[in-house]
């Protein structure tokens, strides 16, 4: 396992280690126990390979729960929370593009978390809204007319300072940061 996060996953403001990656087809959530080591809250299986593992409330519930972009996919994994920690089976939903890197943020200001992909091998950006419901399924951001290369690396940020969301997307061929100002579908 190769990717690490340290967040609140359970709601009880100490923080718990989400492990994914590698080889391995499962994300583990890990509780502190108070003794400076840690036990498996959570393991949940998924697809393949996680690239890249999140947590927001993406399913509509006001739950945290963990989003996860799979290795050779054009799906990611929606692991929904059902409180205190606990997480129930992956979800896979189309992602428009082989997922490498994920985003949450609210991209068309509906209030309701979106998942921004880059992508493995494509020079597009997958989209996924979010919704009262959940995630629906993804689209495509075609960026060929604005940079070259693969879409490799993606940040969502208000970096214009007009208070909306801005994607800032990283190439493999572009020496520079392609800012998308405002992205909405």
Request: glycine letters at 12%.
């Amino acid at each position: 396992m190769h990717l690490v996060l340290y967040t609140d996953t359970n709601g009880d403001g100490r923080g718990e280690l989400v492990v994914a990656g590698g080889n391995a087809q499962r994300v583990e959530v890990w509780q502190q126990n108070g003794s400076k080591s840690f036990q498996r809250l959570a393991q949940v299986s998924v697809p393949a390979p996680a690239t890249s593992v999140l947590v927001t409330e993406a399913s509509g519930d006001g739950i945290p729960d963990l989003v996860v972009s799979l290795a050779g996919q054009k799906n990611i994994a929606l692991i929904p929370g059902k409180g205190q920690g606990t997480f129930g089976s992956a979800i896979s939903i189309p992602s428009g593009t082989s997922a490498q890197q994920l985003s949450a943020i609210d991209v068309n200001c509906d209030g309701y978390t979106d998942i921004v992909t880059s992508s493995a091998s494509e020079n597009k950006l997958g989209l996924l809204l979010g919704s009262r419901t959940g995630l629906q399924n993804g689209q495509t951001i075609d960026l060929s007319a604005h940079q070259s290369g693969i879409a490799q690396a993606v940040s969502v940020a208000d970096v214009n300072f007009d208070g909306l969301p801005d994607l800032v997307v990283g190439s493999n061929q572009t020496p520079a940061y392609l800012l998308l100002p405002n992205i909405s579908p």
